[in-house]
T-cell receptor, first 113, second 114 residues
């Protein structure tokens, strides 16, 4: 079975540019989560969706960040404009039901120059 | 409030030694779930185990074992006869029943030296 698929795996761009990260969850999973991981702050939950509806976006750092889930098989996390402090590894995860294990994608390593 | 504490930031052991990773959690709920995840140097996060609060039986999977003790709010992870491939960051996590968000600990970086 295919796991969670994220693209791109690596992204290097200059500050001020728009960045779009993509995620395809495991088929049949109701929940989708976006995380950011840095050395300083560890693993942070940014936003999560249930049945394509955003439930909690309290972790989104600021208005430059936005996320959408137009259908059950696709989600995007967008940063516009990007800044060097956004450099991190961004993970997408999905789970079948509440309290079930989350399965993570391989992550997108984002570097903003 | 929920909290997961992994007091060991970094551990180094020589290959074939046993090693235990500590995890202490806080929650007001009586029903909750505990997890362990592994993050190898390649970077992906791999689910290892989920345990619910009503099941205090210890679990063994090959060289891995987990000791859940509600009396001390601990869910420790032991690797027996460690191998270099066990080198990774290990995260303990907690979610209350009915909650969707997992609370992760800061992780323990484990180095297995050849």
């Amino acid at each position: 079975d295919a796991g969670v698929i994220q693209s791109p795996r690596h992204e290097v761009t200059e500050m001020g540019q728009e960045v779009t990260l993509r995620c395809k969850p495991i088929s049949g999973h109701d929940y989708l989560f976006w995380y950011r991981q840095t050395m300083m702050r560890g693993l942070e939950l940014l936003i999560y969706f249930n049945n394509n509806v955003p439930i909690d976006d309290s972790g989104m750092p600021e208005d430059r960040f936005s996320a959408k889930m137009p259908n059950a098989s696709f989600s995007t996390l967008k940063i516009q404009p990007s800044e060097p402090r956004d450099s991190a590894v961004y993970f997408c995860a999905s789970s079948g039901k509440s309290n079930q294990p989350q399965h993570f994608g391989d992550g997108t390593r984002l570097s903003i120059l | 409030a929920q909290k997961v504490t992994q007091a060991q930031t970094e551990i180094s052991v020589v290959e074939k030694e046993d090693v235990t990773l500590d995890c202490v959690y806080e929650t007001r709920d009586t029903t909750y779930y505990l997890f362990w995840y592994k993050q190898p140097p390649s970077g992906e996060l791999v689910f290892l185990i989920r345990r619910n609060s009503f099941d205090e039986q210890n679990e063994i999977s090959g060289r891995y074992s987990w000791n859940f003790q509600k009396s001390t709010s601990s869910f420790n992870f032991t690797i027996t006869a460690s191998q270099v491939v066990d080198s990774a960051v290990y995260f303990c996590a907690l979610v209350d029943f009915g909650d969707d968000k997992i609370i992760f600990g800061k992780g323990t970086r484990l180095h297995i030296l050849p």
